[in-house]
């Protein structure tokens, strides 16, 4: 009798292989859902840091400009809110300058700058995923005049 319950008790331990491909179907479905809906975050996320960055920029050359009389120039580019330019008042710019650092793109690539731009005073912008004009969705220019 005894050996009897150790044989059956023997036979239930473990899982079939039917089990264990159900639960790994149903991981894979779950895995593949979760996916779907996380991934196209980390793309509205990278835009709104760039709108983010760029916002911070246009802050920066916005005290630039109150301080020193003007916008930088395009050859200054976004590097004078950093460190003063040659030729720059040293008395009128302000020490440490007007930003910390210049940040990258959410695509690692240095944001654009044009002044006088052509859809203000001074224009800040990105190109997006692509890196190129223009585009929809991700890949859509992303600039200070939106």
Avoid: C
Avoid at 133 to 141: H, K, P, Q, S, V
């Amino acid at each position: 009798m005894h050996n009897e319950q150790t044989q059956r008790r023997k036979k239930k331990n473990g899982f079939t292989l039917v089990e264990l491909m159900v639960v790994i179907v149903i991981i894979g479905l779950l895995a593949t859902i979760v996916a779907l809906n996380v991934l196209p975050s980390g793309d509205t996320a990278r835009i709104q840091k760039a709108k983010a960055d760029i916002a911070t920029i246009e802050q920066g050359l916005e005290l630039y400009r109150l301080q020193v009389g003007g916008y930088p120039t395009t050859s200054q580019g976004l590097q004078a809110l950093v460190t003063a330019p040659a030729g720059a008042d040293a008395a009128r710019y302000q020490a440490g300058g007007y930003v910390k650092k210049l940040p990258k793109d959410p695509w690692g690539r240095e944001y654009l700058y044009a002044s006088p731009g052509q859809h203000g005073a001074a224009d800040v912008w990105t190109l997006g995923a692509d890196g190129k004009d223009g585009g929809e969705g991700i890949d859509a220019d992303i600039g200070s005049w939106q």
